[in-house]
């Protein structure tokens, strides 16, 4: 069974915090996915990684960075977090182009 | 513009009941269609996928359904139960398998 897991279910934050969130996936996947979902709105995506050290933009980028050192592990970082940065964060992976992109269970940010 | 659309936004039914939930994309080139559901508070789940070929897939109670021709789908389950309530969303990956396109969901409710 493929598992992918998020650092925490829940997340408080302040405004102006510097926020980590951490994706772990436990089936060599190459590609890896951190997307926003927010009520009315749908999924929406922040970035993606293909493969180790290489990174996209998806297409909500700005406000967040990511980091990818290991095949496993793809992290989400609010360099200063705001207030419309609350929401549920969901992570991906999968193992290439046309493959199903499995999630982790996310995680609910809030920022005040 | 690839765009995906669901209706209906939500829907309440009794359990017991059977009920379809519609897509439509104007999603090109096209790979292949996905629907997942989404419980509360979780990450999605795959439940079914097409590609362009295939006008039809089962699992269990769920059934897919896709015209290529008219760029439609729908999921149909029957006899519902109180654990079909949820979110589901339908996804429509662009040929090349890059690009992904979601909808924003059906929240359906099953009542007893």
């Known amino acids: 069974d493929v598992k992918v897991t998020q650092s925490s279910r829940y997340l408080v934050k302040r405004t102006g915090e510097k926020v980590f969130l951490e994706c772990v996936q436990d089936m060599d996947h190459e590609n890896m996915f951190w997307y926003r979902q927010d009520p009315g709105l749908g999924l929406r995506l922040i970035y993606f990684s293909y493969d180790v050290k290489m990174k996209e933009k998806g297409d909500i980028p700005e406000g967040y960075s990511v980091s990818r050192e290991k095949k496993e592990r793809f992290s989400l970082i609010l360099e200063s977090a705001s207030t419309n940065q609350t929401s549920m964060y969901l992570c991906?992976?999968?193992?290439?182009?046309?493959?199903?992109?499995?999630f982790g269970p996310g995680t609910r940010l809030t920022v005040t | 513009k690839n765009q995906v659309e669901q209706s209906p936004q939500s829907l309440i039914i009794l359990e017991g009941k059977n009920c379809t939930l519609q897509?439509?994309?104007?999603?090109?080139?096209?790979?292949?269609l996905r629907w997942y559901k989404q419980d509360t508070g979780r990450g999605p789940v795959s439940l079914t996928i097409m590609t362009f070929s295939e006008n039809t897939k089962s699992n269990g109670r769920y059934t897919a359904t896709l015209d290529a021709d008219t760029k439609q789908s729908s999921l149909h389950i029957t006899a519902s139960q109180l654990s079909d309530s949820a979110s589901y969303i339908c996804v429509v990956t662009l040929s090349a398998g890059t690009a992904l396109i979601f909808g924003k969901g059906t929240t359906l409710s099953v009542s007893s």
């Open positions: 897509c439509n994309y104007t999603v090109s080139p096209f790979s292949n």
């Open positions: 991906a992976s999968r193992i290439g182009a046309n493959y199903e992109q499995y």
